[in-house]
């Protein structure tokens, strides 16, 4: 019987924990400006996210289930936040008699208002921030990398 | 006196939403992947994050504002994280008799060894899910994006 020692550690170099660290900052300062900014509309990023997903959808609702893929939240996390929405009358709860598989998320006419009033200031905020601050060939590889980063497998 | 329209929303175009959102369900996911690997150290990547500030910080200690600037938290999101961290015997919060000017975080040997267990398997993490995922090109013009968004002006 022979042992192995366990791998070395693989470190990253010292451009990559350049990179690393500058996204690791950088989009949590991004996070930051962009809830502080919707803050005004009493809204944070993943709540306007939500209201996104659901404007964009057909009738305007999703089952819950396909909500939580679509925005990246795990379902306790969207529950709650969905609940906090539906008592502000943003979002309808509602289980279809037919269909009874899952509950759906509905968007309110007064959901929709909201999203359309906070949407310019919003993208404004955006543009500031992150589209006009770099350049059109970074940008496109910044979407190159998180597609990456989706599609990882994490076998 | 004349009146003026608001000026219209000057909404993405469609290059720059793929990007956008690319970079915010990647950046979701790779969060919730990130977390669920230090899970195993009973860490989360904001305490990671203050782990290794300190580590690299002379005498392994920081003023609490210098560390809240560093891992780009709030005082209060900071404080209530320190306290955890305290309570698990990984720092410990003093105020030095001769400078008053606040309150130090202080790594202790026990954060030291645990910082060192959970690092190589979490660096292992980030090249998985993010490093080895993407070209150099990709990567560099990525430290680069969110240079640009910490410089933004907020004027």
Known sequence: MTTTAPPAARWLTDDQQRAWRAYLLGSAVLS???DAQLRDHGLDLAEYEILVTLSESADRQL???ELADAVHQSRSRLTHTVTRMEKRGLIERSTCPVDRRGVWANLTDAGYRLLEDAAPSHVECVRRNFVDAVD??????????????VATSQD
């Open 32 to 34: 930051e400006r962009l």
């Open 63 to 65: 089952r819950m289930a």
């Open 136 to 149: 059109d060939a970074d940008l496109e590889a910044v979407g190159r990398v998180f597609r990456a980063v």
